[in-house]
Nanobody, 126 residues
Framework: VQLQASGGGLVQPGGSLRLSCAAS????????MTWFRQAPGREREGISY????????YYADDVKGRFTISRDKSKNTVFRQMDNLKPEDTAVYYC????????????????????WGQGTQVTVSS
């Protein structure tokens, strides 16, 4: 599976961005797409995921209500709408997937994922 992330950029606090992650290759057996981010000097953290089969979503507390994840099954693409961005959202954002569905306790852990997009920079600054 190959993942191609896009849509990052520079935005002012309170602004919005929409990230995309397009999957190609052997996509038949992946059931989850997760977004991670990594800020300078910090570990990579999971922020949300979506089940590619039924659209079930999950959000970390610090993005809940501001970020929305969705998918277009026909295009094997997952989207992340980010609204009301804050300076602390500044990070490199990655999409990731793996074969099958990790257990609940591991779905927000980088170690559970085998395939990664290249990362896209999001900078929130005035």
């Amino acid at each position: 599976v190959q993942l191609q992330a896009s849509g990052g950029g520079l935005v002012q606090p309170g602004g919005s961005l929409r990230l995309s992650c397009a999957a190609s290759g052997s996509t038949l057996n992946y059931y989850i797409m997760t977004w991670f981010r990594q800020a300078p000097g910090r570990e990579r953290e999971g922020i949300s995921y979506i089940s590619t089969s039924d659209g079930m979503t999950y959000y970390a507390d610090d993005v809940k209500g501001r970020f929305t994840i969705s998918r277009d099954k026909s295009k094997n693409t997952v989207f992340r709408q980010m609204d009301n961005l804050k300076p602390e959202d500044t990070a490199v954002y990655y999409c990731a997937t793996t074969w099958g569905l990790p257990p609940d306790s591991r779905r927000m852990l980088p170690a559970a994922y085998e395939f990664w997009g290249q990362g896209t920079q999001v900078t929130v600054s005035s």
